[in-house]
C-alpha cells in the first residue's frame, strides 16, 4: 500500500490537472512558451510563431483562484489577504508561476512560463537571422577562450535561450559547470555539472554563490543576477573561475554595467567599478523585435576594457544585420 504522503500529494495533483483543464491546451503546445491570465479572466498566450495574442478562453475568478490555491497548497503554503503573492513552480509541466489575489490585484491573476522544450544553437540563431555567421563565430570563441558573458535584455526577450546556445558550447569542453538559479531554465549537456535552485529566504542567490567555491567548478554560471548576489558572483568570477554566463535585465548594452552597479549598491555603499571592469569580458543584448522575422534581435554586442575616471571603456562590435525567414523564441 502506497504511503499516505504518496496518496496526498496524487489527489492534490489530480484535483490541479483538473482544475487546470482550461488552460491544458495552452500548457500541452510546444509552440506556447508563456500564458497569462488577466483580472478580466481572458487567457493570453506568447506563442514561438505568433507572439503575444490573446486566446477565446475566458476563466472565471473562482476558476483561477482554486488554482493558484492548489499551487500554494503544493509547497504547503496559502494565499490571502496577508500573503497574496505566490511564486512556485507548476508540477508536471515545470513552468514558473507567478500569481497575485485580491486585495493587490481586483480579481485573481497568473502568469505561467513555460521552460523551454528545444534547445537552440548559435548555428540556429545564424539560420533565423538573429546573428550573422561572424558574430556566431565571435560569440563561440568568447566561450571557449573562457571570456565571462553577460547577456541582458528585457522580460522574455529570449535571453535564457541565447544562454542555453551559449551552453551548449560549454559543453563541449571538459569543464564542470555549476549552475546557479531560482527556477530550472538554463539546460546544460556537460557532463560534469551540478545544479542549484535557490530558494529564498532558506537558500538565496549569495549563499549559492558562496558555495560554488567549495565545489571545485571551472565555470560559475548564474541564472539571472538580480540583487546583492552580484557582488558575490563578480568576486567569483574574479578569483581564478573565468568563462561565467549570467542574465541580468536591462535596456541596452550601454546600461548592463549601470545595473551591476544598482545591484552591488544593494549590498555596500559604492558600487566597485573597477571589479566589474575586471570581471566583465563581453555583453550582449538581445531585444524583441517585432520587425524582425525572428521576433528577437541582438542589439549590441559589447567588449568590456576597463575603467577609468568612472566611466566604462568598452569597445563595440557592429553587429551585423541579416535576414531571416523564420520566427525564433
Keep these: 500500500m502506497a504511503p499516505i504522503e504518496d496518496i496526498t500529494r496524487n ?41 503575444m495574442s490573446c486566446t477565446m478562453t475566458i476563466m472565471q475568478p473562482e476558476e483561477v483562484e482554486r488554482i493558484i490555491r492548489l499551487l500554494a497548497a503544493s509547497i504547503n503554503a496559502e494565499v490571502n489577504d496577508q500573503s497574496p503573492s505566490l511564486s512556485v513552480k507548476l508540477p508536471g509541466w515545470g513552468a514558473r508561476v507567478q500569481a497575485s489575489v485580491p486585495p493587490i490585484v481586483s480579481a485573481p491573476v497568473f502568469s505561467f512560463r513555460k521552460p523551454a522544450k528545444v534547445i537552440f544553437s548559435l548555428e540556429d540563431y545564424v539560420l533565423k537571422g538573429i546573428l550573422s555567421e561572424s558574430d556566431a563565430r565571435y560569440l563561440q570563441r568568447g566561450v571557449m577562450q573562457r571570456k565571462n558573458i553577460l547577456v541582458g535584455g528585457g522580460t522574455g526577450s529570449g535571453k535564457t535561450t541565447l544562454v542555453n546556445a551559449l551552453l551548449k558550447v560549454v559543453a563541449e569542453s571538459d569543464d564542470r559547470v555549476y549552475i546557479v538559479e531560482d527556477n530550472a531554465e538554463l539546460q546544460c549537456d556537460a557532463p560534469n555539472k551540478i545544479e542549484i535552485l535557490v530558494q529564498p529566504p532558506l537558500y538565496t542567490h549569495q549563499r549559492a554563490i558562496m558555495d560554488a567555491l ?89 567588449e568590456v576594457i576597463g575603467e577609468e575616471g568612472g566611466q566604462w571603456k568598452t569597445r563595440t562590435r557592429p553587429v551585423e544585420k541579416s535576414n531571416g525567414c523564420t520566427v525564433f523564441a
Design 11 to 51: 489527489r492534490k495533483l489530480d484535483a490541479l490537472r483538473v482544475a487546470l483543464s482550461p488552460i491544458l491546451v495552452y500548457l500541452d503546445d510546444p509552440a506556447i512558451i508563456e500564458i497569462m491570465v488577466n483580472a478580466d479572466g481572458r487567457v493570453w498566450v506568447d506563442e514561438i510563431s505568433r507572439g
Design 214 to 302: 567549495r565545489f571545485r567548478p571551472d565555470r560559475i554560471i548564474v541564472g539571472e543576477v538580480r540583487d546583492g548576489a552580484a557582488l558575490d558572483m563578480l568576486k567569483a568570477w574574479n578569483t581564478g573561475h573565468p568563462g561565467g554566463i549570467a542574465t541580468i535585465h536591462a535596456n541596452s548594452t550601454s546600461s548592463m554595467l549601470d545595473r551591476l552597479c544598482q545591484l552591488c549598491e544593494e549590498v555596500m555603499a559604492h558600487a566597485p567599478r573597477y571589479l566589474i571592469a575586471e570581471a566583465i569580458d563581453l555583453c550582449v543584448h538581445i531585444q524583441r523585435d517585432p520587425l524582425h522575422s525572428a521576433g528577437r534581435s541582438i542589439s549590441g554586442i559589447v
